[in-house]
């Protein structure tokens, strides 16, 4: 959530910056702007007529204690006045408030002056791409087909327990499937991140904190019995152990990994480009989350990046990094970096992972703040990325790997798997 402050002092600078983000209501930056002077218009108000019922108040005890009984009762036929006019200028505070709270909300976060223009996804800005694509044979099959051929996955026994987009994983593909979230959660604690196991699970503040309600609420699951919904990614819980919460300057960095299933109901459209693993309503995914002083959170966005590309390097995946433009960023991120892994036998690039800077945009929602060096207390900044989502990485290590033996298994998860071959 932006900072109705850095609004008023900025106007023109965020009305630039929003229509990198293609924001089509920008009128509301006035309207946030004109509550907020009625809000401050309010306020006076408050404090004039709740300073003189305090000065009546003193002066009637004055009185009261020198034997003035009736010029204290004079003064005091008035308080009632003052304490009414108190009680409706509160109740139009709060009005006011909640009015700016729903307008401000609605305000996407400004994206970050590196963020390139643009609309649709082939406006992204490709920063560097990493490793040859792979030569297959030219019976090459699919990993939907490759999948079935050594009854790895079968997506119709999701169909026929749950629904489409809900795959059951069988013998070594469930063994892969536990092998990659074990390497990548070695690797995060390598890189200094400290492993929590979460609620899948979260109530609609939570929700609110990191930036999906109301932005989302159609891609997530709800129990409507107990207003919960399940976690579109570990981003949500992780991000909200530190709701509500003052950290002591020298806590920072903070640095969170987590393995959770993720749910989202928006499959997507139907066609070759969402088949087998390419989407998902139910999958696995491994996150990090870092909390970090401002002024050191585009260095650390770097780096998680770096860790991000590592994993993919360890793992023999070709990639290439995207900056995201303004038009195909989320809601709630300043920059994003999407990595992309090449799938050789469909011919495209898939996006196993989005590493995001959310500024104070998240801290904000979720009042996350900690004391500086001069002891006030600063909005902290917060980051997150996928170090990995499994589906795609699982599609393209299949089809990449596949040989007329079989399918090699890169050698960093051979320790976690067991084995070397899928055949």
């Given at each position: 959530m932006l900072q109705v402050s850095y609004i008023r002092d900025n106007r023109e600078q965020v009305l630039?910056?929003?229509?990198?983000?293609?924001?089509?209501?920008?009128?509301?930056?006035?309207?946030?702007?004109?509550?907020?002077?009625?809000?401050?218009?309010?306020?006076?108000?408050?404090?004039?007529?709740?300073?003189q019922s305090n000065a009546a108040a003193k002066q009637i005890g004055e009185l009261m204690r020198n034997g003035k009984k009736e010029e204290a009762e004079a003064i005091k036929a008035n308080t009632g006045k003052w304490k009414e006019e108190g009680k409706q200028l509160g109740e139009q505070l709060s009005a006011i408030g909640q009015e700016l709270q729903n307008k401000i909300v609605l305000l996407?976060?400004?994206?970050?002056?590196?963020?390139?223009?643009?609309?649709?996804?082939?406006?992204?800005?490709?920063?560097?791409?990493?490793?040859?694509?792979p030569e297959l044979p030219a019976n090459a099959l699919p990993h939907w087909e490759l999948a079935t051929k050594y009854n790895l996955i079968d997506f119709e026994l999701g169909v026929k327990i749950t629904g489409a987009g809900f795959p059951v994983y069988?013998?070594?593909?469930?063994?892969?499937?536990?092998?990659?979230?074990?390497?990548?959660?070695?690797?995060?604690?390598?890189?200094?991140?400290d492993e929590v196991m979460l609620p899948l699970m979260v109530n609609e503040a939570s929700g609110f904190g990191t930036g999906q309600l109301p932005d989302k609420e159609g891609q997530m699951y709800f129990v409507g019995q107990?207003?919960?919904?399940?976690?579109?990614?570990?981003?949500?819980?992780?991000?909200?152990?530190?709701?509500?919460?003052?950290?002591?300057?020298?806590?920072?960095?903070?640095?969170?990994?987590?393995?959770?299933p993720c749910f989202r109901r928006e499959a997507g459209s139907y066609g070759a480009h969402v088949r087998g693993l390419n989407r998902l309503h139910q999958f696995d995914k491994v996150e990090l989350v870092q909390v970090v002083h401002p002024d050191t959170s585009y260095d650390v966005l770097e780096q998680m990046s770096l860790h991000v590309q590592s994993l993919l390097q360890k793992l023999g995946l070709p990639y290439r990094v995207l900056r995201l433009c303004g038009g195909d960023m989320s809601f709630t991120a300043a920059l994003t970096y999407d990595m992309e892994t090449w799938s050789a036998a469909q011919g495209r690039w898939l996006e196993v992972s989005s590493v995001?800077?959310?500024?104070?945009?998240?801290?904000?929602?979720?009042?996350?703040?900690?004391?500086?060096?001069?002891?006030?207390?600063?909005?902290?900044?917060?980051?997150?990325?996928?170090?990995?989502?499994?589906?795609?990485?699982?599609?393209?290590?299949?089809?990449?790997?596949?040989?007329?033996?079989?399918?090699?298994?890169?050698?960093?998860l051979v320790p976690y798997t067991k084995f070397e071959w899928i055949d």
């Open positions: 630039e910056r929003l229509a990198v983000k293609n924001f089509k209501q920008p009128e509301l930056i006035d309207e946030v702007i004109g509550l907020d002077d009625k809000r401050r218009q309010t306020q006076t108000l408050l404090d004039n007529v709740s300073s996407p976060n400004l994206p970050h002056s590196s963020v390139p223009k643009g609309i649709t996804p082939e406006e992204n800005e490709v920063v560097l791409e990493h490793g040859g694509i069988k013998g070594k593909g469930a063994k892969l499937q536990r092998a990659l979230i074990a390497f990548f959660l070695d690797e995060a604690e390598k890189a200094g991140y107990d207003n919960l919904y399940l976690i579109p990614t570990a981003e949500v819980p992780i991000t909200n152990l530190y709701r509500d919460v003052i950290l002591k300057g020298d806590e920072l960095p903070i640095r969170n990994t987590g393995y959770t995001s800077n959310f500024e104070t945009f998240q801290s904000n929602r979720l009042k996350l703040r900690f004391r500086n060096a001069e002891g006030k207390t600063q909005l902290a900044h917060t980051l997150n990325g996928s170090a990995l989502a499994l589906p795609r990485i699982v599609a393209t290590l299949l089809e990449n790997n596949q040989t007329e033996k079989g399918i090699k298994i890169p050698e960093v």
